[in-house]
């Protein structure tokens, strides 16, 4: 008989759109693996509000620069779910771990471009292969882009480019992984109110402003905006979707 108890990791689902994320998905009936990188007490907070929507989670520390550490990463997540659900493999890995740096072209330095390549792209590539071997048959892969792969804002090219990597990746991850039935999508999220990169969509009062009249739905994005998109991708509802990138920005810059 088919397990219908279904698991989706989340990395750097402490908070932003991961702890969205990951409340959406426990919405829709799914137990979730959050990792965190320092904010232990923000990732406890996450669980228990999962366990109050009616679902179970676990958290596990994990810097998705740190590739030397999947494996045990992967082990101690094996062991996790085997004593909290009973299952020895997962459904969804939510690749949204991540960090935005702002540098203008000719002034990006080497160690800029090393930290964004390591966390954006070498990192969601690796950790997703090392999480085949727990990633059951029939299940989905969710990457995190950005809307700034379709357009250029000033300061942004190290950060595209990496995404333009994910993107593509994407596309091979579905082709490649489509004899186990696993889809992989992307998202492109607009610019969105949290604390990544800062704070500075949400606590610019220029910069928002700015933002809200370049978008089409005259706002700038929330963190629910973006959640259940990725909750209903982790659905028998998306069954028929793959390898597509989904913008999610209310219509910016159209």
């Not at 999962?50 to 062991?79: C, H, P, T, W, Y």
């Not at 190290?158 to 993107?167: D, F």
């Not at 606590?203 to 963190?223: E, W, Y």
């Amino acid at each position: 008989m088919e397990n219908k108890i279904k698991i989706a990791l989340v990395t750097g689902g402490s908070r932003g759109l991961g702890k969205n994320m990951a409340l959406e998905l426990a919405k829709k009936g799914i137990h979730i693996v959050l990792t965190y990188n320092s904010n232990e007490e923000k990732a406890k907070e996450v669980i228990e509000s999962i366990e109050r929507i009616g679902q179970q989670a676990i958290m596990v520390k994990l810097n998705v620069a740190d590739f030397q550490s999947f494996e045990e990463f992967f082990g101690i997540v094996k062991k996790l779910i085997k004593s909290k659900f009973g299952v020895d493999k997962i459904d969804y890995l939510i690749n949204n771990a991540g960090i935005g740096i702002n540098a203008l072209f000719a002034q990006t330095t080497e160690e800029q471009l090393d930290t964004l390549y390591n966390v954006q792209f070498k990192g969601t590539y690796l950790l997703t292969q090392s999480a085949l071997s727990i990633l059951n048959e029939g299940g989905g892969i969710v990457n995190i882009s950005t809307e700034l792969t379709r357009f250029a804002l000033n300061g942004f090219s190290a950060y595209a480019s990496m995404k333009s990597a994910i993107e593509t990746l994407t596309k091979y991850q579905a082709k490649e992984l489509g004899e186990r039935k696993i889809r992989s999508n992307v998202i492109a999220p607009g610019a969105i109110e949290t604390d990544f990169g800062g704070g500075a969509v949400r606590d610019n009062k220029k910069m928002n402003s700015f933002i809200a009249a370049s978008t089409a739905l005259g706002r700038v994005g929330l963190p629910d905006d973006i959640g259940s998109v990725v909750a209903f991708l982790c659905t028998d509802d998306a069954k028929w979707i793959n390898a597509q990138r989904i913008e999610v920005s209310g219509g910016q810059m159209i």
